[in-house]
């Protein structure tokens, strides 16, 4: 069955596999008498026995203790674990991919579409916040995924999104090839509550807001007031947020109130139960078959556009967070 003659006619590398396939058997069983001489086992050699070390023979090997260089980035308990992604290099990329200014809807869905492929994977993430081209995922406190290292909290979110970004493009830009893979780098943070965690969101609502008020006033004074883009970052300038909105409205009658929510606020995605009505072919005890209407309720991420600086929305939504004392 086995070739196991010492004079087999083997190469030098025969030879050593042939003896380090004996000496694991040898290791299985303890001895040879057992198998009625079925294997004549030389002498191993120290080039064979050293790969055989440890409690565990088969698991471990000389070269394991390379694992001692990695280091611990288990994240703290009762913290909130948040991943913020941004698009690495966008403006280059908006600009080859003739992105819309200062809006491009096609590309605010598809990073919202994105982000909720990542929820609906990592379903322990209670609440997400994106605008422009950045998400923040935020995982529950109590969250024992992947043992709480941030190294897999940070690559499991930051491929799920790239990878959904790629699949969903066709969805938004239609036969608009996407010309090169987009790249997102990412961190993570941690806050030990829910006051932290809500001052953590309304600062990038509040950077949403400030930088959609700039971007919408500047790409005006180019598009509709015929000026460079050099002398629109002139006109800006040491301007304050009532200075842009007048310019908007004394010159050009555009109110900034109006402008869609999805672009002043961002976008703020949620779990949410659902009722949702389905049919289902049933099999009744007569043996008749027909179409039954089933109500069932279902978690879905929901999209939100709206202020999340205010407390409203949290009391709208009192079960996204989790107590304090937890």
């Known amino acids: ?22 000496f694991g058997i040898l290791m299985l069983f303890g001895s040879t008498s057992g198998l009625g001489g079925f294997l004549r086992c030389p002498a191993v050699p120290a080039s064979v026995r050293h790969l055989f070390t440890g409690s565990s023979i088969m698991a471990k090997s000389k070269f394991e203790y390379v694992r001692n260089f990695e280091i ?27 992105f819309i200014k200062p809006n491009d809807d096609r590309a605010l869905g598809l990073m919202s579409r994105s982000a909720r492929s990542v929820m609906e994977e990592l379903d322990d993430i209670i609440i997400a916040y994106g605008q422009s081209d950045e998400f923040s995922f935020v995982f529950k ?9 941030a190294s897999k909290f940070m690559t499991h979110v ?61 790409w005006t004074l180019v598009q509709k007031g015929g000026l460079s883009t050099a002398q629109a970052e002139g006109r800006l300038k040491g301007t304050l947020a009532a200075d842009k909105n007048e310019i908007l409205f004394s010159e050009f009658d555009i109110n ?6 999805v672009y002043k606020k961002g976008t703020t995605l949620i779990w949410e139960k659902r ?21 069932r309720s279902r978690r879905r991420v929901e999209a939100y556009h709206c202020d999340i600086i205010g407390e409203q929305f949290w009391q709208e939504h009192a079960d996204v967070l989790e107590e304090d004392d937890c």
């Open 1 to 22: 069955m086995f070739e196991t003659s010492a004079d087999s006619e083997e190469g030098n590398h025969g030879s050593f596999s042939s003896t380090l396939f004996k």
């Open 72 to 98: 611990d980035d288990t994240c703290l308990h009762n913290c909130y674990i948040v991943v913020r992604l941004d698009g690495r290099n966008f403006h280059k990329f908006a600009e080859m991919h003739k």
């Open 141 to 149: 406190r109590t969250t024992t995924w992947f043992k709480r290292r």
């Open 158 to 218: 930051a491929s799920q999104f790239s990878s959904s970004y790629v699949f969903y493009w066709k969805e938004f830009f239609g036969e608009q090839p996407l010309l090169y893979p987009p790249g997102f780098d990412g961190r993570v943070v941690l806050y030990p509550s829910d006051r932290n965690l809500k001052d953590y969101l309304s600062w990038r609502q509040a950077d949403c807001h400030i930088n959609n008020l700039y971007n919408t006033t500047f």
């Open 256 to 261: 900034y109130n109006n402008e869609s929510a």
């Open 275 to 295: 009722e949702e009505t389905v049919i289902k072919h049933m099999k009744l005890p007569n043996e008749e078959e027909k179409d039954v209407i089933v109500a």
